[in-house]
């Protein structure tokens, strides 16, 4: 066996793990723990003073022990109780926290996924439970942020979600003179669900011949599932999450037409054409790798998903491939979402 690195020795020096499984055992062994991490994070840092609304100052709490085994801290000055659940995905639910936060460990720690059936068999919950868990982590803590704006590089490109063509689809949109991929594509403009995705470049921006230090966000991704007619869909995105001055980077695809003549310099990959990389930096390549991750995620863990549900599957490959640098950060950040309450509409 390897010996162990300084900061853990139970973990190999070769391991490229940032939070392995021990670490977070270590870390959070029970529901006692879990749930006193929610109330020093979301009220009280050193775990006895917080503001109390009923006095509207600073006061003391103490937890006491009930037979009903409230999860709650009581003002000491007027008795208000506090509840470090209230209005979180954990709030009124009868899994225990270490649960909760076991499947968020999962669900950052694994490259492609995990299924409701996999977290079933790990926490030994029902699977109705296990795919409620995953339901509120994926649509409630893992929404994408639209303040974080793309800028410098972007790639954009489309892509569609589905099934395989059966026999008598493949009957249906056979038509002289296409050739197959066009029926493919026209089958999938059909059937499949489209998403719309960016993704800032993920190198160097050198202006002067020094690297700039003020752009962040290095490689971050940003995808939605879109109506088929999505051009409007793609002009609005533009604008919310890409700078002006920005450089753009698509296929050939007619949807794209229109930058052309709105300001934006745009450039465009002739795949249509064979052409794939132009000039060395004219391509789709980052983009079209995170939708590999997408597809073979999707294929290999979930077999399939419904359109419904198709937007939460993608905010959690956003969430993974935006965090991809730090597991460690990664979990510590969806967890610190978990602490507060959920954003009302």
């Given at each position: 066996?390897?010996?162990?690195?300084?900061?853990?020795?139970q973990r190999?020096?070769?391991?490229?793990?940032t939070?392995?499984?021990?670490?977070?055992?270590?870390?959070?062994?029970?529901?006692?723990?879990?749930?006193n991490?929610?109330?020093?994070?979301r009220?009280?840092?050193d775990?006895?003073?917080a503001?109390?609304?009923?006095?509207?100052?600073?006061?003391t709490f103490?937890?006491?022990?009930?037979?009903?085994?409230?999860?709650?801290?009581?003002?000491?000055?007027?008795?208000?109780h506090?509840?470090?659940?209230?209005?979180?995905?954990?709030?009124?639910?009868?899994?225990?926290?270490?649960?909760?936060?076991?499947?968020?460990?999962?669900?950052?720690?694994?490259?492609?996924?995990i299924?409701?059936?996999?977290?079933?068999?790990?926490?030994?919950?029902?699977y109705?439970?296990?795919?409620?868990?995953?339901?509120?982590?994926?649509?409630?803590?893992?929404?994408?942020?639209?303040?974080?704006?793309?800028?410098?590089?972007?790639?954009?490109?489309?892509?569609?979600?589905?099934?395989?063509?059966?026999?008598?689809?493949?009957?249906?949109?056979?038509?002289?003179?296409?050739t197959?991929?066009?029926?493919?594509?026209?089958?999938?403009?059909?059937?499949?669900?489209?998403?719309?995705?960016?993704?800032?470049?993920?190198?160097?921006?050198?202006?002067?011949?020094?690297?700039?230090?003020?752009v962040?966000?290095?490689?971050?991704v940003?995808?939605?599932?879109?109506?088929?007619?999505?051009q409007?869909?793609?002009?609005?995105?533009?604008?919310?999450?890409?700078?002006?001055?920005?450089?753009?980077?698509?296929?050939?695809?007619?949807?794209?037409?229109?930058?052309?003549?709105?300001?934006?310099?745009?450039?465009?990959?002739?795949?249509?054409?064979?052409?794939?990389?132009?000039?060395?930096?004219?391509?789709?390549?980052?983009?079209?790798?995170?939708?590999?991750?997408?597809?073979?995620?999707?294929?290999?863990?979930?077999h399939?998903?419904?359109?419904?549900?198709?937007?939460?599957?993608?905010?959690?490959?956003?969430?993974?491939?935006?965090?991809?640098?730090?597991?460690?950060?990664?979990?510590?950040?969806?967890?610190?979402?978990?602490?507060?309450?959920?954003?009302?509409?």
């Amino acid at each position: 066996m390897a010996p162990g690195n300084r900061k853990n020795p139970q973990r190999a020096t070769a391991s490229d793990s940032t939070y392995t499984l021990l670490e977070f055992m270590a870390d959070f062994p029970d529901d006692e723990t879990c749930l006193n991490w929610l109330w020093r994070t979301r009220y009280a840092p050193d775990g006895e003073t917080a503001f109390c609304q009923r006095c509207e100052t600073e006061r003391t709490f103490k937890r006491y022990t009930s037979k009903q085994q409230r999860q709650d801290w009581t003002c000491t000055a007027c008795g208000l109780h506090v509840h470090p659940t209230a209005g979180t995905i954990y709030h009124k639910s009868s899994t225990g926290l270490h649960l909760w936060f076991y499947a968020m460990y999962l669900m950052t720690s694994t490259r492609c996924g995990i299924s409701a059936k996999q977290l079933e068999r790990e926490l030994g919950v029902t699977y109705k439970t296990a795919w409620r868990m995953f339901n509120l982590i994926r649509n409630q803590l893992m929404e994408q942020d639209p303040d974080e704006k793309l800028t410098n590089r972007v790639e954009m490109d489309e892509t569609y979600v589905g099934g395989k063509p059966r026999a008598t689809d493949r009957a249906k949109w056979q038509k002289p003179g296409l050739t197959v991929q066009s029926q493919a594509v026209s089958w999938a403009h059909d059937k499949k669900t489209p998403i719309f995705g960016m993704v800032q470049r993920n190198d160097k921006v050198w202006e002067d011949g020094k690297t700039k230090a003020t752009v962040t966000n290095y490689g971050n991704v940003v995808a939605y599932v879109v109506p088929k007619k999505m051009q409007s869909d793609v002009i609005r995105l533009m604008d919310d999450q890409v700078k002006d001055g920005t450089t753009i980077y698509t296929d050939d695809s007619r949807l794209y037409d229109w930058m052309d003549k709105s300001g934006w310099e745009h450039h465009k990959v002739r795949h249509s054409r064979g052409s794939y990389v132009a000039n060395y930096q004219i391509h789709t390549q980052q983009i079209e790798g995170f939708w590999s991750l997408v597809k073979r995620g999707i294929s290999g863990t979930h077999h399939a998903v419904s359109p419904k549900w198709l937007q939460g599957y993608v905010n959690e490959y956003v969430w993974r491939y935006n965090h991809r640098d730090n597991g460690r950060g990664m979990f510590s950040a969806l967890l610190l979402r978990s602490a507060f309450p959920l954003a009302t509409p």
